[in-house]
């Protein structure tokens, strides 16, 4: 399998700071890039996608850069909240359907 | 749109006995699902895919015998563990895709299985 990593496993901010969470990939192949944010005892929800053709795409407080160079994936949430904390997840995709999941960054929002 | 439906959400059963875990795409239809294991703190182990219709693929590692995963239609997908033992005890969540180019998974809410 491809290994998609992670470059810190726990993250604290402020409420009201801006996060930035990171995800370095190896596979050049990989296509399309997906961040998943998962609370405590549920399933992953879907928070934002990008494709290979695109290096920037925003959200509603959510920001996913994509950087093919050097193979790195960051998620950018906008004034954090508590309700944000959370394990977030990226997972990337080569040609088929199947994802390769990064191991988890644990975002702590102190209020 | 896009829900993924998991049940049970949690299940407590003795050591030796098997159990069903049902996965159903509400809103669309699932090409592949996928069934995960995750461990506390950890990230998602892809145990098997399933297609519609076809065998499921089992990752290395995981058993197919103790694993029993049926695809029977385009919303469901069923996960069977059979003579469940403690070690079994895990988070299991399954996803489903209605697949094609830049199409994502989408997420049950996972099932907590503690065997007993």
């Known amino acids: 399998g491809e290994s998609v990593g992670l470059h810190l496993p726990t993250l604290s901010v402020q409420e009201g700071d801006n996060s930035i969470i990171n995800c370095a990939y190896s596979?050049?192949?990989?296509?399309?890039f997906i961040w998943y944010k998962q609370e405590s005892g549920k399933g992953p929800q879907f928070i934002i996608d990008?494709?290979?053709?695109?290096d920037k795409r925003q959200g509603q407080r959510v920001t996913v850069l994509l950087n093919k160079t050097v193979k790195h994936l960051s998620l950018q949430i906008a004034a954090t909240q508590p309700g944000d904390s959370a394990v977030y997840f990226c997972?990337?995709?080569?040609?088929?359907?199947?994802?390769?999941f990064g191991t988890g960054t644990s975002l702590t929002v102190i209020p | 749109g896009a829900v993924v439906s998991q049940h049970p959400s949690w299940v407590i059963c003795k050591s030796g006995t098997s159990v069903k875990i049902e996965c159903r795409s509400l809103?669309?239809?699932?090409?592949?699902m996928f069934w995960y294991r995750q461990f506390p703190k950890q990230s998602l182990m892809l145990m098997a895919t399933?297609?519609?219709?076809?065998?499921?693929?089992?990752e290395q590692g995981v058993e197919k015998d103790k694993f029993l995963i049926n695809h029977a239609s385009l919303t469901l997908s069923t996960l069977t563990v059979t003579s469940a033992h403690p070690e079994d005890s895990s988070f299991y969540i399954c996803?489903?895709?209605?697949?094609?180019?830049?199409?994502?998974?989408?997420f049950g809410n996972g099932t907590r299985l503690t065997v007993t």
């Open positions: 996803s489903a895709t209605q697949g094609g180019f830049n199409s994502p998974l989408h």
């Open positions: 596979n050049s192949a990989s296509d399309y």
């Open positions: 997972a990337e995709k080569e040609t088929g359907n199947q994802f390769y």
């Open positions: 990008i494709r290979s053709n695109m």
């Open positions: 399933s297609n519609e219709g076809s065998k499921a693929t089992y």
């Open positions: 809103d669309f239809q699932a090409t592949t």
